[in-house]
T-cell receptor
């Protein structure tokens, strides 16, 4: 089956700096790659997603890039704010969703 | 539209008991997936239901089962509870079947097995 690895597991940045979270996957049949944000005690919220026929997608301060050849995709958050502090999960899916183990992002004011 | 709802939000059970969790998807969504979330294992896929049929199943023992009703509401059952079943159980709904469509999560049911 699919194997999704996510790095780093924890990330601290200063407010205003950028944050990058990287994921790799193993199954070339995976074709949909969502990112979820989970604040403490809350449900995971879909923040951005990308499909295998697209290399990059941007939504305001958030962007995702996908390299199908290398089988990796990344989440980029620019101009980070304290409210960006949360756990972020990547996922890869073809027939079912496989999630990374999460990155705990802390934005220091 | 109302979001995905799950009941109950918290449960405490003892080893050997069984438990049933409920999930109501977003109106119009026909696909419901279940996940187990633990600090060590992250989000693990349990199963997906679409139009009352199980489409896909993760790598969990047969003690974990589910079903979906004609109104798309889904239930998950865990029998003969073990301490390791303590986790947050999340369901997610999607408008279409399969894993290439946006999923929206419910708030989860926190199950504690003592």
């Amino acid at each position: 089956g699919e194997n999704v690895e996510q790095h780093p597991s924890t990330l601290s940045v200063q407010e205003g700096d950028s944050a990058v979270i990287k994921c790799t996957y193993s199954d070339s049949a995976s074709n949909y790659f969502p990112w979820y944000k989970q604040e403490l005690g809350k449900r995971p919220q879909l923040i951005i997603d990308i499909r295998s026929n697209v290399g990059e997608k941007k939504d305001q301060r958030i962007a995702v890039t996908l390299n199908k050849t290398a089988k990796h995709f990344s989440l980029h958050i620019t101009e980070t704010q304290p409210e960006d502090s949360a756990v972020y999960f990547c996922a890869a899916s073809g027939n079912q969703f496989y999630f990374g183990t999460g990155t705990s992002l802390t934005v220091i004011p | 539209k109302a979001g995905v709802t799950q009941t109950p939000r918290y449960l405490i059970k003892t080893r050997g008991q069984q438990v049933t969790l409920s999930c109501s998807p977003i109106s119009g969504h026909r696909s419901v997936s279940w996940y187990q979330q633990t600090p060590g294992q992250g989000l693990q896929f349990l199963f997906e239901y679409f139009s009352e049929t199980q489409r896909n199943k993760g790598n969990f023992p047969g003690r974990f089962s589910g079903r979906q009703f004609s109104n798309s509401r889904s239930e998950m059952n865990v029998s003969t509870l073990e301490l390791g079943d303590s986790a947050l159980y999340l369901c997610a709904s999607s408008s279409l079947a399969g894993a290439s469509y946006e999923q929206y999560f419910g708030p989860g049911t926190r199950l504690t097995v003592t």
